[in-house]
């Protein structure tokens, strides 16, 4: 890294710490002006209390955009020439659609759909692209007294990876922890050889024959490693 890249990262170290540092501040300006515009509503002074909630909303707003903005721009000045020297594309503001990602069978449809930072290339002679996704569930919940409200449950906060390979194999979904599938027809639970793997995964599919001969015991020990390396994923072949 020459001299200038070095000064330019510092700059932009310095202005990700200042932002942050307004992000806090009107984070607690957004909080404190809601908290009193609440004790205002509830001692009856409605014009104060419409007041300090404006103030809430504004203050939200800026926060909003500070955020936005600083991850633009680190993605901009970071994230794209590290991944140009890779020779892979990269997109802050794109993702992956959502008939993609539903085309995994590993989740079911959500209500609400966020993706961004999409990267696009060929690793291994394997063209690829990936991106972040988040997936809700959005439910209207009914107190005792009949109020409402919305409440907003998380499917799904990660990072999904699509590679086309030239196999062309049967549907087979593996996963770890107690993540949800939205179907398993057609599918059937699969035990293999390796207590271990059993433990940590659970896996479905509509050939058993042939599941057996892609998670090989060898290919079992790397899913063992990569789980107690990374954590929880789950991965999912369906034809190339």
Do not use: C
Not at 68 to 76: P, V
Not at 97 to 108: A, G, P, Q
Request: charged share 30%.
């Amino acid at each position: 890294m020459n001299e200038m890249d070095e000064l330019a990262l510092e700059e932009l170290e310095q202005k990700r710490k200042n932002t942050y540092g307004n992000i806090k501040f009107f984070g607690f300006v957004s909080i404190l002006a809601f908290a009193l515009a609440f004790i205002a509503y509830v001692s009856d002074r409605a014009t104060l209390g419409i007041g300090l909630a404006s103030l809430g909303l504004v203050s939200l707003g800026i926060l909003a955009y500070l955020y936005k903005t600083i991850k633009k721009e680190i993605a901009d000045k970071i994230y794209q020439p590290i991944f140009r020297e890779l020779n892979l594309e990269f997109e802050y503001q794109k993702g992956l659609d959502l008939e993609e990602v539903l085309s995994s069978r590993l989740f079911k449809k959500p209500d609400e759909y966020n993706s961004d930072g999409l990267i696009k290339g060929v690793v291994l002679d394997f063209p690829f692209k990936a991106s972040n996704i988040s997936l809700w569930e959005v439910e209207e919940d009914r107190d005792s007294e009949g109020n409402t409200r919305t409440v907003r449950y998380l499917i799904f906060s990660g990072r999904l990876y699509i590679i086309d390979t030239p196999f062309n194999k049967r549907k087979i979904i593996i996963t770890s922890g107690r993540h949800s599938l939205p179907s398993t027809k057609g599918m059937q639970k699969t035990k293999l050889e390796s207590g271990e793997f059993n433990k940590l995964f659970r896996v479905f599919a509509e050939d058993q024959v042939e599941v057996r001969k892609v998670l090989t015991p060898n290919v079992m020990e790397r899913f063992i490693d990569l789980r107690k390396r990374v954590g929880k994923f789950h991965v999912s072949i369906i034809e190339n």
